[in-house]
């Protein structure tokens, strides 16, 4: 599970019988849609991995940034030039907004706009959209909506609920948490689905893939590597004996 084999097999699986477009490619009468989102929760090295296998598959997806994450700098200067080879690979940027809990929801607007005017400041570039992480479910039920910003969990992209229906507007499926919660993707018979919008966590995808205990491991190490060769860049008195 979560190999890179696996996550190529599923964007052909898919490309067979949905169109994969981008958020903004999506019109009040259009049919038949897959979307791709990615939200970078541990490591930006690893969305850059699956954004070139993306390119390879010739497919455009999202990927959001957190501004306020103490796992990864999005401002540091080696991540804003992997965000921009992200770009440039053809995918779109957006901010992954996790709120503080204590957030009214007539201040979040302004808060939102606050994160996207730091990323655009760094990165040089509109940002022109956004989701939430972990949203409460009043963020959702009333689909947020911000001037010339794409809200990925507008009402055309998502199909809010509190009792499950029997069909949905628009299937969300999303591997969260290193599962799939709503589903297994290549369980679904996508001839009978209409509209897709299909979620990823890079930090869950890798070469080998792996349950969720192992794939951390390896993702620990390579944020310690990360971590050692940044200190020691950054002083001549680095204990050498450590980088090994």
Same mark, same amino acid.
């Given at each position: 599970?979560?190999?890179?084999?696996?996550?190529?097999?599923?964007?052909?699986?898919?490309?067979?019988?949905?169109?994969? %477009?981008?958020?903004?490619?999506?019109?009040?009468?259009?049919?038949?849609?897959?979307?791709?989102?990615?939200?970078? !929760?541990?490591?930006?090295?690893?969305?850059?991995?699956?954004?070139? %296998?993306?390119? !390879?598959?010739?497919?455009?997806?999202?990927?959001?940034?957190?501004?306020?994450?103490?796992?990864?700098?999005?401002?540091?200067?080696?991540? %804003?030039?992997?965000?921009?080879?992200?770009?440039?690979?053809?995918?779109? %940027?957006?901010?992954?907004?996790?709120?503080?809990?204590?957030?009214?929801?007539?201040?979040?607007?302004? #808060?939102?706009?606050?994160?996207?005017?730091?990323?655009?400041?760094? #990165?040089?570039?509109?940002?022109?959209?956004f989701a939430f992480h972990r949203p409460k479910k009043e963020y959702l039920n009333c689909y947020v909506e911000l001037e010339n910003k794409i809200n990925c969990y507008?009402?055309?992209?998502?199909?809010?609920?509190?009792?499950?229906?029997?069909?949905?507007?628009?299937l969300y499926l999303a591997d969260s948490n290193h599962k799939w919660k709503y589903g297994y993707p290549l369980d679904f018979d996508f001839s009978k689905i209409n509209k897709l919008q299909l979620l990823?966590?890079?930090?869950?995808?890798?070469?080998?893939?792996?349950?969720?205990?192992?794939?951390?491991?390896?993702?620990?190490?390579?944020?310690?590597?990360?971590?050692?060769?940044?200190?020691?860049?950054?002083?001549?008195?680095?204990?050498?004996?450590?980088?090994?």
């Amino acid at each position: 599970m979560f190999s890179y084999n696996e996550f190529r097999n599923l964007i052909n699986m898919v490309q067979q019988h949905l169109p994969i %477009i981008d958020y903004k490619d999506v019109k009040d009468n259009t049919k038949k849609f897959c979307i791709l989102r990615h939200d970078i !929760e541990f490591s930006i090295d690893r969305a850059y991995k699956l954004a070139k %296998i993306e390119k !390879e598959l010739g497919v455009v997806s999202t990927y959001t940034v957190q501004v306020r994450n103490n796992t990864y700098n999005a401002l540091s200067e080696k991540n %804003i030039n992997l965000i921009s080879k992200i770009r440039n690979l053809g995918h779109h %940027i957006g901010l992954h907004q996790n709120p503080p809990s204590s957030l009214k929801l007539d201040t979040l607007k302004d #808060y939102i706009m606050r994160d996207i005017t730091i990323l655009e400041d760094s #990165y040089g570039f509109e940002i022109d959209r956004f989701a939430f992480h972990r949203p409460k479910k009043e963020y959702l039920n009333c689909y947020v909506e911000l001037e010339n910003k794409i809200n990925c969990y507008d009402r055309k992209f998502f199909h809010f609920f509190d009792k499950r229906p029997e069909s949905l507007d628009i299937l969300y499926l999303a591997d969260s948490n290193h599962k799939w919660k709503y589903g297994y993707p290549l369980d679904f018979d996508f001839s009978k689905i209409n509209k897709l919008q299909l979620l990823t966590h890079p930090f869950s995808w890798s070469e080998k893939g792996g349950d969720n205990y192992g794939n951390f491991v390896s993702l620990i190490r390579e944020r310690n590597d990360e971590l050692v060769n940044s200190m020691n860049t950054e002083t001549n008195t680095f204990p050498q004996e450590l980088l090994s």
